[in-house]
């Protein structure tokens, strides 16, 4: 192994190795691992396809009830009135339809970790009894007032903000104030670029094989279009774009011209023999993500500058206070904690 190979971290499950070379995922793994040996709920937040699941399944594998049942559910593909009998389970005739007893996913999970994705998707009767099974460990069946002592470990995601679901009235709060405690936030993979280069050749190498093709290898230039992406599906959509590449390169190089038409850089004239325009763009994107792209980094830039403060740093920009903080929330702003604030503009950078 290289260098830089043995600086990687992994998760394994089973036959499944997800491997991080990114240094914020590296220590997202690190409290990953510490929160799993608690037997506390763990909260995942993270944008679509960032890996959100495979952290739930590892949190189960890492923690010492990894010999019991891992059950994975989709709140979001619950219909609203099944709800409650499909996670608490329910009685014969609890109401009509339900001809015979059911355990609900809880029961199921018992002595194990119960995952629930999508959690902002719950209705706000489930979630009054989730915060009641969360308190009392015990559960009773839809139809029933007998409990039973149910021993689960939970685990929940969702790629919004439960602030803003609180706030909406959507997601109580006392429920969030329950499950927050050990909260574990997932970078975009566009804030991971070493990350993103090491997954990119991994799955084109995967698909090849998978393909039973010689493995490829990702030319400079279309490693610096997949740099440029703004990678919204994160690995989902680079997975899926590298099988592609993988897929349709007839050699053993994986050229710009490989890659899905929205990431591959326009080519210049073959006449052309000087570099572009200094701001000419290597490859045209949608306006849209260039500009969020901008104002990301002018934010960043502002939030540094004013030491934190974001009502400064909005001033600074011209931005209203409340769209910053918004804006925050979207890309990723981690807010600077107040102390650190302090820290910063007693080093004497106050202006
Ligand atoms: N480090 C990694 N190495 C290899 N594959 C990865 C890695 N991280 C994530 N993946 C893959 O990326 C895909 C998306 O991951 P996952 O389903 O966990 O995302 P998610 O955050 O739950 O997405 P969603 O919000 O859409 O449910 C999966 O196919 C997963 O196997
Ligand atoms: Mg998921």
């Known amino acids: 192994m290289s260098d830089h190979e043995t600086d990687l971290v992994a998760l394994v499950m089973g036959d499944q190795r997800y491997e991080f070379a990114d240094a914020g995922m590296k220590q997202v793994v690190d409290e990953l691992t510490r929160m799993a040996r608690t037997l506390l709920p763990i909260l995942i937040l993270g944008e679509t396809g960032v890996g959100k699941e495979v952290a739930a399944r590892a949190a189960h594998h890492l923690s010492p009830r990894r010999a019991g049942p891992f059950v994975a559910v989709n709140c979001s593909a619950i219909p609203a009135g099944l709800m409650e009998s499909e996670l608490f389970g329910h009685q014969k005739g609890a109401f009509s339809g339900a001809a015979a007893a059911h355990a609900g996913y809880f029961e199921c999970a018992s002595g194990g970790t119960l995952f629930l994705d999508e959690i902002g998707e719950l209705n706000l009767d489930a979630q009054v009894r989730l915060l009641r099974v969360l308190s009392e460990h015990k559960i009773a069946r839809l139809g029933s007032t007998t409990e039973r002592r149910v021993d689960v470990r939970l685990v929940a995601a969702t790629n919004r903000d439960p602030c803003a679901l609180v706030k909406a009235g959507v997601f ?25 280069s090491r997954l990119a050749r991994q799955f084109v190498s995967v698909a090849r094989a998978d393909l039973e093709r010689d493995d490829a290898k990702v030319s400079d230039a279309a490693m610096r279009s997949i740099a440029r992406h703004r990678w919204p599906g994160n690995v989902r959509e680079l997975k899926h774009a590298m099988v592609y590449a993988a897929a349709t390169a007839p050699g053993d190089v994986i050229e710009r011209s490989h890659l899905p038409a929205h990431l591959a850089r326009r080519d210049r004239p073959a006449s052309s023999a000087q570099d ?33 403060v974001q009502s400064a740093a909005a001033a600074l920009i011209k931005m209203a206070r409340r769209t910053f903080i918004t804006r925050m929330r979207e890309f990723g702003i981690e807010p600077v904690p107040v102390r650190e604030r302090r820290a910063l503009r007693e080093r004497g950078t106050e202006s």
């Open 276 to 308: 572009p325009e200094p701001d000419e763009p290597l490859v045209f994107r949608s306006i849209d993500d260039e500009i969020d792209e901008l104002v990301e980094r002018r934010m960043r830039q502002a939030l540094h500058a004013t030491n934190g």
């Open 172 to 196: 109580r709060e006392d429920l969030y104030y329950r499950i927050c405690g050990a909260t574990l936030v997932i970078p975009p993979l566009r804030h991971r670029p070493d990350d993103l």
